[in-house]
């Protein structure tokens, strides 16, 4: 018997590329499921594994920075429950150091989302029904028809899981000048952050022209991140999805006075904020 649920739940996630560095990322999840039918009736209790599943995914990959273990490119080490990373791409190099619950410590020489379902359902058939057989893990992205960019960030003054330094979201853009939507702008700031770290110019212990090391302390522990500097755009306050709109927008109002625009930013799948100026 084969039982299948869609779009069961999106998670938002960084993840270190061969060839673009730094991703951040946002994937759709469902699953179908291969088992035997029980005493009612029934292969399991869809309840039970969705909440399993969602919870796991939660727990082990969505807010967190997922790196591929065997890849050659990659070189890190564990110690007092922290991770420190360096990774090679292109002529460039970024470093990571953060407490192990900011990292996906993926068993592949590359993060795909095959490589990272199959990891997946290796870590998850332990917690599963008995009489599921098989576990299919499926992820895939957003169809999305206009203009998106991959950013990455971190929120010190979260609560939750954002505080995490180098975690991210495949987002999309719309905003509209005197009232009609500008496809123009749509572009042009989807090209300035496409594949993009954006940090908090607080939040920055050392620059030089080549290189920007971010670090900052919150309740889950010190993170710190240096990357290339042409792979990072600075603003002055935070970088909540609020805060990136509002920075936008007033960008945009700077630049040309005399239009009103308005800005719709989003943050991985289905929320964001709006800001008009």
Same mark, same amino acid.
């Given at each position: 018997? =084969? =039982?299948?649920?869609?779009?069961?739940?999106?998670?938002?996630?960084?993840?270190?590329?061969?060839?673009?560095?730094?991703?951040?990322?946002?994937?759709?999840?469902?699953?179908?499921?291969? /088992?035997?039918?029980?005493?009612?009736?029934?292969?399991?209790?869809?309840?039970?594994?969705?909440?399993?599943?969602?919870?796991?995914?939660?727990?082990?990959?969505?807010?967190?920075?997922?790196?591929?273990?065997?890849? #050659?490119?990659?070189?890190?080490?564990?110690?007092?429950?922290?991770?420190?990373?360096?990774?090679?791409?292109?002529?460039?190099?970024?470093?990571?150091?953060? #407490?192990?619950?900011?990292?996906?410590?993926?068993?592949?020489?590359?993060?795909?989302?095959?490589?990272?379902?199959?990891?997946?359902?290796?870590?998850?058939?332990?917690?599963?029904?008995?009489?599921?057989?098989?576990?299919?893990?499926?992820?895939?992205?957003?169809?999305?028809?206009?203009?998106?960019?991959?950013?990455?960030?971190?929120?010190?003054?979260?609560? /939750?899981?954002?505080?995490?330094?180098?975690?991210?979201?495949?987002?999309? =853009?719309?905003?509209?000048?005197?009232?009609?939507?500008? #496809?123009?702008?749509?572009?042009?700031?989807?090209?300035?952050?496409?594949?993009?770290?954006?940090?908090?110019?607080?939040?920055?212990?050392?620059?030089?022209?080549?290189?920007?090391?971010?670090?900052?302390?919150?309740?889950?522990?010190?993170?710190?991140?240096?990357? #290339?500097?042409?792979?990072?755009?600075?603003?002055?306050?935070?970088?909540?999805?609020?805060?990136?709109?509002?920075?936008?927008?007033?960008?945009?109002?700077?630049?040309?006075?005399?239009?009103?625009?308005?800005?719709?930013?989003?943050? /991985?799948?289905?929320?964001?904020?709006?800001?008009?100026?």
């Amino acid at each position: 018997m =084969l =039982l299948f649920v869609d779009n069961l739940t999106n998670v938002d996630f960084s993840y270190l590329h061969p060839q673009r560095g730094l991703l951040g990322e946002t994937w759709l999840a469902s699953t179908e499921m291969v /088992g035997t039918l029980d005493q009612q009736g029934m292969v399991c209790d869809f309840g039970i594994v969705k909440k399993t599943l969602r919870n796991w995914l939660d727990d082990e990959i969505d807010h967190r920075l997922a790196i591929p273990c065997k890849s #050659p490119n990659l070189k890190y080490s564990k110690s007092n429950g922290r991770i420190n990373l360096s990774w090679s791409y292109g002529d460039k190099t970024l470093q990571c150091s953060a #407490p192990e619950q900011a990292i996906a410590l993926v068993d592949a020489e590359e993060i795909t989302r095959e490589s990272v379902s199959q990891w997946a359902k290796q870590q998850l058939k332990p917690l599963l029904p008995t009489t599921l057989e098989e576990l299919h893990l499926e992820f895939d992205v957003e169809a999305i028809d206009g203009d998106f960019y991959h950013y990455s960030h971190g929120l010190k003054k979260h609560d /939750g899981n954002c505080q995490r330094i180098a975690h991210g979201h495949r987002s999309q =853009l719309s905003v509209w000048r005197n009232d009609e939507q500008a #496809p123009d702008l749509e572009a042009l700031w989807a090209q300035t952050f496409t594949d993009i770290y954006i940090g908090t110019r607080e939040d920055i212990v050392q620059q030089t022209d080549d290189n920007i090391r971010f670090a900052y302390t919150t309740s889950q522990g010190a993170f710190e991140l240096c990357m #290339p500097t042409e792979d990072c755009y600075l603003i002055d306050s935070d970088t909540t999805v609020e805060l990136i709109a509002t920075h936008i927008a007033d960008e945009l109002k700077r630049q040309d006075p005399s239009c009103h625009y308005k800005v719709r930013a989003f943050e /991985g799948i289905g929320k964001g904020a709006i800001v008009l100026r």
